[in-house]
């Protein structure tokens, strides 16, 4: 199994440019959720979903916006991206199982924004 | 909301000795806490996961305990070897989201 994957790895863009990130999760599992992850800041929540067809704001949500496409996919969208979006940003996902909820991450993407 | 502290943010050990991470939370109402591993430029390697049910977790080397009461958690790592140098973090699982600390960025010396 691949696990949690996101796309692309690296990406730099220019402010006010917009772009897509990408994540896919084979693990059946019902939540997904955004994190960014900062110098000194730990991991903050952007935004998840409990389950298809659902989402819901996190600690850091402006600025983003996010599609549930279907069981497997949550992608994020920066709409005009800033310097202070520059971040490596993890996709996670965790399902109930024997009552935990055990969170799997991607690899991550590394952005820049100049 | 719930607050994660992990203190130290850096530790320094020989190779060999048995050492402690703490994880502290604010919010005692957890499904779970998670410990991870994150090695430099890559993405987060879940290492034990602690029930609210339970006290402690085992795997290899690795021992988490949870006390719910006064809101903390440690991960022991016994006998630590140079491949254990890596940022350790817990997550606390509090109503739908998991509350992440800062780290603990762990340096094993050969």
């Known amino acids: 199994n691949a696990g949690v994957t996101q796309t692309p790895k690296f990406q730099v863009l220019k402010t006010g440019q917009s772009m897509t990130l990408q994540c896919a999760q084979d693990?059946?599992?019902?939540?997904m959720y955004w994190y960014r992850q900062d110098p000194g800041m730990g991991l903050r929540l952007i935004y998840y979903?409990?389950?298809?067809?659902?989402?819901d704001k996190g600690e850091v949500p402006n600025g983003y916006n996010v599609s549930r496409l279907n069981k497997r996919e949550f992608s994020l969208r920066l709409e005009s991206a800033a310097p202070s979006q520059t971040s490596v940003y993890f996709c996670?996902?965790?399902?109930?199982?024997?009552?935990?909820?055990?969170?799997?991450f991607g690899p991550g993407t590394r952005l820049t924004v100049t | 909301k719930q607050e994660v502290t992990q203190i130290p943010a850096a530790l320094s050990v020989p190779e060999g000795e048995n050492l402690v991470l703490n994880c502290s939370f604010t919010d005692s109402a957890i499904y779970n806490l998670q410990w991870f591993r994150q090695d430099p430029g890559k993405g987060l390697t879940s290492l034990l996961l602690?029930?609210?049910?339970?006290r402690e977790q085992t795997s290899g080397r690795l021992n988490a305990s949870l006390d719910k009461s006064s809101g903390r958690s440690t991960l022991y790592i016994a006998a630590s070897q140079p491949g254990d140098s890596a940022t350790y973090l817990c997550a606390a699982h509090t109503g739908n989201q998991f509350y992440f600390g800062t780290g603990t960025s762990l340096t094993v010396i050969p």
């Open positions: 996670a996902s965790s399902e109930a199982s024997q009552g935990t909820y055990e969170q799997y």
């Open positions: 602690i029930q609210s049910s339970q």
């Open positions: 693990m059946n599992h019902n939540s």
């Open positions: 979903s409990a389950s298809e067809g659902t989402t």
